[in-house]
Nanobody
Framework: QVQLVETGGGSVAAGGSLRLSCAAS????????MGWFRQPPGKDREVVAG??????????DYADSVKGRFTISRDNVKKTIYLQMNSLQPEDTASYYC??????????????????WGQGTQVTVSS
């Protein structure tokens, strides 16, 4: 079973940056998708970014709201994925969740395709 723990959340002023980390207790070959989702206060969960890995190839996609500002990356040695968040805006305030999927046909931006979820880390952006 894949267990995920998010770290790196905090408070930052608009225009600032944060880097979130998601450490996995196990990163099996059967894990095909890894992603970041968020839930703003009073709103539903929404996708942020995700990656799909098949063999040595990795496909990465982002929500339109974060394109050009956020970057998802993966470190196979550390069994960790990251979300580098730049030019943060108050609208980015949310609880951020890391997720993983063992579905070989998973779509990296589709929440229902994910099997494992972290407990979340809070990101607060002040204006």
């Amino acid at each position: 079973q894949v267990q995920l723990v998010e770290t790196g959340g905090g408070s930052v002023a608009a225009g600032g940056s944060l880097r979130l980390s998601c450490a996995a207790s196990a990163w099996p070959y059967s894990t095909f998708c890894m992603g970041w989702f968020r839930q703003p206060p009073g709103k539903d969960r929404e996708v942020v970014a995700g990656l799909h890995t098949t063999g040595s190839s990795t496909y990465i996609d982002y929500a339109d709201s974060v394109k050009g500002r956020f970057t998802i990356s993966r470190d196979n040695v550390k069994k960790t994925i990251y979300l580098q968040m730049n030019s943060l805006q108050p609208e980015d305030t949310a609880s951020y969740y890391c997720a993983a999927s063992r579905n070989p046909y998973c779509a990296p931006l589709t929440a229902s395709h994910y099997n494992y979820w972290g407990q979340g880390t809070q990101v607060t952006v002040s204006s």
